[in-house]
């Protein structure tokens, strides 16, 4: 019997293989399917996001590339623009004052520069008399020697200085932009007196910094130049005469406190540069006073990128100022631009060239090139107070050779030619 279904069951077996080869097919496929191990999937890397060491840094800027790379600003800077009664004398013919020939000849210094700046050291008041000779009185000296007092004459007053209108013509047709005010014959004829100066320079159209008609007229003077903004700020530590505590906002007299506030104000307002002229020092010496020195160095730790020195009616030492930021170049003064001062000392003077370039790339302006070209302001065949510019060029033409030759030297050994090269 067993036998019989062993057998039966075998038969079934074979018969159903032979029937249905798909059946063999679904029961391989299920085993295969069992047999295949599970494949894990790699997950795409995360991308991480650039991020600034500096969470709260300004990104780089993008250059423009309808910029070029750089631009440039060249900037030429003058002295003590006075009038005195000399210059006055010199000038007057037929009724007029005319005083074109004393600039001619550094016109075309000047009006090349992208912008061109100055002490103007006198005012332009109608209402008050012009510059007015100077007055003398005898004082008796007693030598501290021991030997005996003797009497000579003295000037009895500083003088007060007023210009007629075309001696501002003739600065503004000459090629000066910007003329600072801030100095010690700000107030020789009062309140009045700024107050007509400042409607004259407006009236020019200049530029104009250190003193003021109106509380409401100081403000940051920023000049924007070739795609730079050059702050300028003026003070003076010295004045003839004092003004009272009701006209004290009418002139920038040198305070820390505030010349550190008008930097910073002018860096609100955009400068990228600034400079600062400072009226200062004793008159008729080359020598720096330590005072000078430390006021320096207040004003470049202040912020001043470059320092102008007026008021010794000289020239005195081309120098730097190390700070936190680098070397700051001052010229501790740049002289008598143009008088009728007598002295040797008091004629030799500088036109100070300064190029500053900009990189559109980060912003950053810097000084490209510092130079200077002396000047010599003498009488000549035109007039006797005439500016002329001692470079070898000129010197090779001129009638005047030697007397410029001299100057040349001796404005170089004050300067020196470290800090900036004379041209």
Known sequence: MKNALFALICIVAAVLMLLSPQMNTVFMAADIEEEVPEVTKTPEPVQTPS???????????????????????????VGDLMCLYGQLTSAHSAGKYVFDECFAQV?????????????????????????????????????????????????????????????????????FDVLVTANNHAFDRGSEGIIETMSKLDEYGMYHTGSYALAQDKVPLVVNRNGIKVGVVSYTDISNKKPGSSEAYMLDRYNEELLTVDIEAAKQAGAEFVMVYIHWGNSNTHKVTSRQKKMAQFIADAGADIIFGSHAHCTQTFDTVETQRGSVPVIYSMGNFISSMGRTINKDSVIVNLVLEKSYADGAVNIKELTYIPTLCRATSEGDYVILPATPEYIETSPYASSLEKSRSRTIDVLGETVAAPI
């Open 107 to 175: 016109e075309p210094i000047l009006s090349s520069a992208d912008l061109t700046i100055g002490n103007f050291e006198t005012l332009i008041a109608e209402s008050f008399p012009y510059t007015k000779a100077n007055s003398y009185t005898e004082k008796t000296i007693t030598p501290s020697d021991g030997s005996e007092p003797y009497t000579t004459s003295v000037r009895a007053e500083n003088p007060r200085l007023n210009a007629p209108e075309s001696y501002l013509r003739a600065v503004a047709d000459c090629g």
């Open 51 to 77: 991020v600034s060491l500096i969470p709260w840094a300004e990104p780089e800027p993008t250059p423009d590339p309808t910029l070029p790379p750089t631009t440039t600003l060249n900037i030429a800077a």
